[in-house]
């Protein structure tokens, strides 16, 4: 008698196959039915990779390399012949995205900063960035106006006046005449009548941190203001915090003159504190 258990059933498995017609494979065995077109395969497989061309294999090397995303922020910055750092590239951020990092400056002046041709904000306080954000501005035949402006009024819920009731959340004037910051939505690219819309959560941070009088610039390629204020950096430079200075000093203006010095430059700037009856 076979003491083993497992023999005794192996043995009556395979003579309950035989009774059936069937075959008796033995345990971790490949049936030759299957085996057979699987080896086929697998050489069809391989004549076909040797066979293939050189132009073919680099292609889809191009391919793959193709669908490698690189975030340009992780990349070191470029450095001229004379040795000077060149500005560190933004990373590429999607509508509706932001960045709140507020533990980088604690204190000092809030300075806003609008950038119309990246569609961001950049906020800073003390001369440092601590938050950025991407926006919609006035979609073409509502132009957002560029410049320097304070901010004449805050509302955490207004409603427009001029379109249809609309909600406009955390609400910053900067013009009497329909201009201001506010929640909105944000299809990624000038879609307003005017306003910057801000992401909602951003939208409330912002409140919470500017103040009636605070500075707002909005800024294009075509406004007259220096290249590192139109698509500012991590620090304010010194002409961004010029500007904020003198707009501070003439806030309660309703129009003031703002002198700001680049280079052997000297040019003005006009502090808008907006005109005509309220409306937005």
Not at 164 to 170: E, I, K, Q, S
Not at 184 to 200: D, I, M, Q
Not at 204 to 219: D, I, K, Q, W
């Amino acid at each position: 008698m076979d003491a083993n258990p497992n023999t005794r059933r192996n043995t009556a498995i395979a003579t309950r196959t035989r009774a059936a017609g069937g075959r008796v494979v033995a345990p971790g065995a490949i049936d030759r039915r299957v085996a057979l077109p699987l080896a086929a395969a697998l050489a069809a497989g391989l004549l076909l990779a040797l066979a293939e061309s050189p132009a073919t294999a680099q292609s889809q090397v191009d391919a793959a390399a193709r669908s490698i995303i690189v975030d340009p922020a992780s990349l070191p910055p470029l450095v001229p012949a004379d040795g000077t750092p060149a500005p560190p590239i933004p990373a590429v951020m999607a509508p509706g995205d932001y960045e709140w990092m507020p533990e980088r400056s604690l204190a000092g002046d809030v300075v806003v900063v609008v950038s119309l041709p990246q569609q961001m904000v950049h906020v800073y306080r003390g001369g440092v960035r601590i938050a950025r954000s991407t926006i919609s501005s006035g979609k073409p035949g509502h132009d957002t106006p560029t410049g320097v402006f304070t901010i004449l009024q805050k509302k955490k819920m207004h409603h427009s006046t001029l379109y249809d009731d609309a909600p406009m959340p955390f609400m910053q004037r900067l013009t009497w005449d329909g201009v201001a910051l506010h929640a909105g939505r944000l299809p990624g690219y000038p879609a307003s009548h005017g306003c910057v819309r801000l992401p909602s959560q951003f939208a409330e941070l912002l409140y919470g941190v500017t103040s009636h009088g605070g500075v707002v610039v909005v800024a294009d390629d075509a406004s007259g203001f220096a290249a590192d204020v139109v698509r500012p950096g991590d620090t304010a430079n010194d002409d961004l915090l010029a500007i904020a200075a003198r707009a501070t000093s003439a806030k309660d203006a309703d129009r003031a003159v703002a002198t700001r010095t680049a280079g052997s430059a000297s040019e003005t700037v006009a502090v808008r504190a907006g005109t005509g009856a309220a409306g937005m």
